[in-house]
């Protein structure tokens, strides 16, 4: 197998995009990907995205960029995984690359979802949850992020405002970060006045939908000694409803995934520099932290009230704001990540910027933990 490059990044910002098609978000990232490597023509394309069919109307995404990229003839295909979506393409692409395959990957997340109705929008985000067993009881996503939620207080005696530091630390990071939604810091008074979302999940610990796309385009190591390389890769796979799982208070298919992608990586979790991690809700960013071996059971909140989540704390997470500041484009959150953690590695992040960052881990969950991808990026 060959080692797997990194060498152009290309997104948009996460907004309200009502002047912008999917195929035009995708098609402006992927294109700013290639004018970053230097290219012109790609092998394959690799499109990462979740709700296309059902809130754009729109399937074939694959050959869609592919056409408005003008790359007619390019194997170019469309890859769901709920949330997970985009590091599933991602790791789709490294696989082609590293087989000898193909020389030339671009991966591409979009997502378009605010022009919709809101019942729609919740509607086609709840089809990442089991149909037959969780879906057809009435229960949102984030009504079953709240259970896991009020569960985990439970379990380890914490309230709602000791979940605030994910909060505080990911509005501070998307300050600075052009590409946000937010990028106004909050103060720990306005995390605890937030709205009640689904109790106890307020609104500052639950992700923001948003339009946008993210794109890296991937080379043969050899090809690109300079560019920051893919150092490990895995996906792992849980079970779709969460009353199934043993355990719903750990991210089981977190912590295969990381340990595979450590042991690929040759590395343990105190050299990763920083974590791209998928707060979609502040819960899952603590069973992240746990199931990824930077805290113990329970501790994840611990971590981040003693500042170890922070840019000069242990290990940084959402160093550009992560989905709670950046936005959650659901289908694209994956290569946003991951293209947020290659800047890091260049250092090219600006004022997010992580001083001297080596190794860089990004983690992509989709649904409530049923596929979880994790990737560890190098720097050269």
Request: glycine share 10%.
């Amino acid at each position: 197998m060959r080692e797997v490059a990194i060498l152009g990044v290309g997104q948009t910002a996460v907004r309200e995009q009502w002047d912008r098609s999917i195929r035009q978000l995708a098609v402006a990232a992927g294109r700013a990907a290639m004018q970053d490597a230097g290219l012109d023509k790609v092998d394959a394309i690799y499109v990462g995205n979740m709700t296309s069919g059902v809130l754009n109307q729109q399937m074939q995404l694959g050959a869609l960029v592919a056409d408005f990229l003008n790359q007619h003839g390019a194997e170019a295909v469309k890859m769901e995984a709920a949330c997970g979506s985009a590091g599933s393409a991602m790791r789709q692409g490294i696989l082609a690359v590293a087989s000898g395959e193909l020389d030339a990957v671009l991966v591409i997340g979009v997502e378009k979802m605010t022009e919709t109705p809101f019942k729609e929008t919740t509607a086609a985000l709840t089809t990442a949850a089991d149909a037959d067993y969780e879906i057809i009881h009435g229960v949102t996503f984030v009504g079953l992020n709240a259970l896991i939620m009020r569960r985990y207080m439970h379990e380890y005696g914490y309230v709602r405002s000791d979940f605030a530091p994910f909060a505080l630390n990911a509005h501070s990071n998307g300050a600075k970060n052009p590409n946000a939604m937010f990028q106004t810091p909050i103060s720990q008074r306005t995390y605890d006045k937030g709205r009640i979302v689904a109790d106890p999940i307020s609104l500052f610990d639950a992700s923001p939908i948003g339009d946008g796309a993210a794109a890296l385009l991937l080379v043969p190591a050899e090809k690109a000694p300079e560019a920051v390389r893919v150092a490990g890769s895995a996906s792992a796979t849980d079970t779709l409803a969460v009353h199934d799982r043993h355990d719903m208070l750990w991210l089981k298919a977190a912590e295969r995934s990381a340990q595979r992608a450590y042991a690929e990586a040759g590395v343990v979790p105190e050299a990763v520099d920083l974590f791209e991690l998928h707060d979609a809700f502040s819960v899952m960013a603590a069973l992240s932290l746990e199931a990824a071996g930077f805290a113990e059971r329970g501790q994840g909140v611990r971590l981040a009230q003693e500042g170890g989540i922070f840019p000069d704390g242990r290990i940084p997470i959402c160093t550009m704001g992560g989905l709670k500041a950046r936005g959650h484009p659901v289908g694209a959150t994956g290569l946003y990540q991951l293209a947020e953690a290659t800047l890091q590695l260049r250092g090219q992040a600006g004022e997010a910027q992580i001083p001297d960052a080596k190794i860089a881990m990004t983690q992509n969950i989709g649904g409530s933990g049923a596929t979880i991808v994790t990737h560890i990026l190098e720097r050269p």
